[in-house]
Each structure stands twice: as C-alpha cells, then as structure tokens.
C-alpha cells in the first residue's frame, strides 16, 4: 500500500497520529538513552570480549558468557542475583520456575492484581486440577481482585496478606484484560505496603512486556524476585529463545535447583552455536528496539482513535509495557486487523491467521506473527482470544516504520467505526 492510496480522512489521521509520535519522541529517547547507558556501564563492569560469544558442548561447566550475563543482568535490573538462560522454553517457564523453585507445601500464594495471565493459571491450577500445579502440590492460593476500573486495592491487600503469607504475585502488564498496565511506582507501593505487613513475604513480580519500558525496573523498587521472557522486550528481537529471572540470591539460587536440579543449580547449561552472542547483542538493542515498539503502539493508538474504536491505553498515556489494545465489538473486523497485520509480516506473509487453541489458554486464539523469531512478540505481532469484546492486543514491532506500515493497512481495511 502507497500512503497516497489511502483516503483523505485516513491521510489525516495518519499524519496527525505520526505528529503525535513525533511529539512524544525525546521523552521516549530519554529512557532509551538511560537504559542503554546502563547497560553499557555492565557491559564494562564485566569486561564484556569476543570469546564470551563462544559456543560450550556438554556440562558447560566455567562458561564464561552464561556467567557473565547472569551478573550482567543482575547488575542492570538491580538485584543480586540472575538466571538468564536459552534453556528456559518460554517466558511461562521462567515464572514457572521461579513459582515452582521457591514455595512449598502450606505456603500461601496471593495474586495481588487479580486473575494472572492465561498461562499462569494452569502453573498455579486454582481454576482446574492441573498435575504438578502449585495447588496440587499443597501451595495455598488466593487473590485480590482490581477495584471495577482495575486499579489495585490497597484495602483489600490489607486484609488478604497476612504475616504468614509467603508470596505474593503481581503482573505488572496487561496481558489480556483492559486494565492499565502498573507502572513501577505502583509496584514500588505494593511492595511497601506487603513489606509493612511482614517484611519476609517474597514480592514476585511477572515482567513480562514491561522490560525497558520506564529509567527503572521493579527489582530496583523492592521487588524480591521477578522473571520475563528473551523473545519479549529484553530479548531485543536477537535472543531465539529463553527467559529469565533475576532477583534476592537465595531465591534465584532456589529456582536454579528447580530448572536444573538440586546442587547443580546454576553452573551448568550450554551455550549452543551463537546463542551467546544473540543474548548480549540483543540485550544491547533491547532499550532502542522497546521504544520502536512503543512509538509504534502510540501511532496505532492514535489512528484507531482517530477511526472512533475504543484504544487502551490512549496515545497520550504513559506507558509501562508495549502492549495496545483495540477493541472492536466486532469479530470481523478484529480477525481483518490480525489478517492485515500478517500480511505486512516480513516473514509468512502470505499466511492466513484464523482462530485456533493453544496449549495453556481457555479461548479460541487468533494470532498475528509473522516473526523471525519463532512467536517472538518483540517483534510485531497481534493476538485476541475469539470472544466479547473482540478486544485485538498487539505490541512489538522491531522498527516504528514496520508499525507504521502494517498499522495503515489495517486501518485502510477496517474503516472507521
Ligand atoms: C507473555 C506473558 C507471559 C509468558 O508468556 P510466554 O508466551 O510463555 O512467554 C506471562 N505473563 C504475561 C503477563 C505475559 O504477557
């Protein structure tokens, strides 16, 4: 599509939204300029050199680019210890070992921003029995729900944590609700208020999507132990698989023993062909790459507003992820905009995406990712379970420019409301 083949009122739209972007530009920089500062100074601090890159084969024991980017990582989100590996499947394993490392039998899990993500449902198996779930094993759960315009209950935390809770959960993005994401200051706030009550109750905190979003991250807030995944923001669109978790020592050490076995912990795991490299190099990106996503999340904010459609959060809301929704009371025109995006995909584009199941979610999913990376939604991609609102959430994208593009597609499809 030629942007002179789109019709005037969407011309306009278009141009206004990328003036929009525009305006909003440096102060966006200015997070990027300090996170890629910090990440430069560890990067130093760890004598980062060509022969980290290197591939290990077998037990992988002395790997020198594994261990320097655990404490590389440890030292960027401000905490003390780290665990960042490829043998990590996905962002959904790494929460799920940091959960499945540190609680116990009898110990109390409390969701403190309401229902968790799709997928931790099943790791926590409150809503069905799920074998080797947290529930089975005799973890107690409960949770707190958001008040009606889904903001945190402070009331509530003080009446469901107790001193003899150990953990509590906190998601700090969206996933796929339309609540706001929370921003660090509202984590830092949780934290201080579980903390009042029993300064022992582990903050645990789902990163994902938020990675390099904002100049802090929750572990720098008072966060104990929080974990994401590389094919996600920190992954920078280079990482081809992996997760991590980063956190208080003793219970990232206890997660290690979980992801391998107990007393091998974290000294072992290979580092195959360029893994290594991709890791480093794309934590590098990452800080840019993030805010590529989100000019491109405030442009398509902008235009779907323009269009008269319900987006959340608007183009002039901060942000603390890179997620956008959309909602379109309409299943048409929702599966368009997934079928738009793919088609602007520099991979598969000529694929068709429809509704379909997924492993660890309960709807019919539509999804739109024509990645590199194999589901990386770094990179820019579309999902919506199949059902009422018919709410499209779509974040990512490795340049604004892909966004821009695929965005005006869509919105040239769909029309206005
Ligand atoms: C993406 C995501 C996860 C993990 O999903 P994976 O696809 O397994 O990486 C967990 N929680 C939230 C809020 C997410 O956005």
Redesign the pocket.
Known sequence: MSLQSVDIMLEKIILTARALVQGRAQSLEDISIHNTEKILKAFSKYRVADYYFKATTGYAYSDPGRENLDLIYAEIFGAEAALVRTQFV??????AVALLGVLRAGDELISLTGQ??D??QTIIGHKKSVSGSLVEMGVTYKQVELTEIGMVDYEAIGHAVNKNTRMVLI?????YTARPSLNVAEIARICQTVKAINPDIICFV?N??GEFTEQLEPTQVGADLMA??L??NPGGGLAPTG?YIVGRKSLVELASYRLTAPGLGAEMGASLGDSTRLLYQGLFLAPHVVMQAIKGAIFTAAVFNGLGYEVYPSAEAERSDI?QAITFYDEQKLTAFCQAIQRYSPVDAHALPIGGDLP?YEDSIIMAAGAFVQ?A?IELSADAPLREPYRAYMQGGLTYEHVLLAVSAAAKDIGAK
């Open positions: 996905s962002g959904t394993h790494a929460l968790p993500y997928t931790m998601q700090r993005s969206r996933g789902d994902c999507y994401g995944s094919i996600k997760g997620i660890g589901g939604s």
